[in-house]
């Protein structure tokens, strides 16, 4: 992958929000911050709080030739803050509107992976209140909002388990909710900038699965990279990675998210879980690491982004 050198020099990075996220998009957006002025731009830091005309003048006052939009979760990589950046005529990092509400939509995500062949577990959607009175799948599955991210809201419920009603009445992430069978096994992210896979990270934890516990406290996981299985499933994580990129409209970077179930032996079986639109951007975050694996630092991460941003679909 060669850097590109971009010829935007005026930055304006967005980072905090209103989402479940907010924390890590701070964390994201201090890092960019940092790496953007190091690779030589002029950047102007927005933080951004529930007052959308104090960003918007904050974008107008700053004149950005580009916005590396490093917002996290709802309001910032479901296509709402991308809608405002188009309609401001700014070109910004990641996909646009299209692809980022759709991508954050696991339902609408995993029926366009399906469309397009791409291996998905059994899922339903279904309501607190059909949560409420009956298992929605056989047990074991798993239940996770339907449009957040950092795996915010997701349980995994299990034989013998009697915390569904509870979940159910105490549910506060919206009126939809994913029911995902439980896949075996080991977790597995593929990272592609510009249609291009990067490599195969296994994420190992100690934790029931990958939680917002694992990716964010100290120790709460390591990363394998990369991943010690099969290469004819390395291979085809590589390619599934790709094909949802593409399936999606996905434009500079995303990430894909596998359960690998190898409990029967190698080579296994891959489900691809989510695509996310904007990985985390910490120097240690799953993309970063993958591109460093590949030979690109983490400014020049950056700075290939911002030569990547435009608007539109």
């Known amino acids: 992958m060669n850097a590109i050198t971009p010829m935007q020099k005026r930055v304006a ?4 929000g209103i989402s479940a996220e907010r924390d890590v998009s701070l964390s994201t957006g201090a890092q960019v911050i940092a790496a953007l002025r190091e690779a030589g731009f ?61 991508a954050m939509d696991k339902a609408a995500a995993k029926a366009v992976f399906s469309a397009h062949g791409l291996p998905v577990a059994a899922h339903r959607v279904v309501s607190p209140q059909e949560l409420e009175e009956a298992d929605p799948l056989p047990l074991p599955y798993v239940v996770k909002p339907v ?21 159910a009445r105490n549910w506060r992430f919206g009126h939809r909710i994913m029911a995902e069978s439980f896949i075996p096994g080991r977790e597995l992210t593929v990272a592609v900038m510009d249609d291009e ?12 699965f990958y939680d917002y516990e694992a990716k964010y406290a100290d120790g709460g996981s ?3 990279l990369p991943a010690p299985i099969h290469p004819d499933v390395t291979a085809e994580a590589l390619r599934i990675a790709v094909a949802a990129h593409r399936a999606l409209g996905c434009r500079g970077v995303s990430r894909s998210d596998f359960r690998y179930d190898d409990t029967a032996g190698e080579p296994g079986r891959l489900y691809l879980l989510e695509v996310n639109t904007q990985p985390g951007m910490t120097r240690t975050s799953l993309l970063p690491e993958q591109a460093a694996h590949r030979g690109i630092g983490f400014p020049a991460l950056c700075a290939w982004m911002i030569g990547q941003a435009c608007h539109g679909p």
């Open 197 to 208: 896979p990067l490599a195969v990270t296994e994420i190992a934890t100690g934790n029931q």
């Open 42 to 102: 002029e950047v102007s830091p927005i933080e951004v709080t529930q007052d959308l005309p104090a960003t918007i003048g904050a974008l107008a006052a700053a004149k950005p030739d580009a916005v590396f939009n490093a917002l996290h979760g709802r309001f910032g990589e479901d296509g709402c803050i991308q809608g405002v950046l188009d309609w401001m005529g700014l070109p910004y990092t990641h996909s646009g509107v299209r692809a980022s509400s759709v």
């Open 222 to 224: 390591h990363h394998v």
């Open 147 to 167: 449009d957040e991210g950092s795996s915010v809201g997701v349980t995994i419920l299990r034989e013998g388990d009697n915390r569904r009603e509870e979940i």
């Open 13 to 16: 990075v967005l980072y905090g």
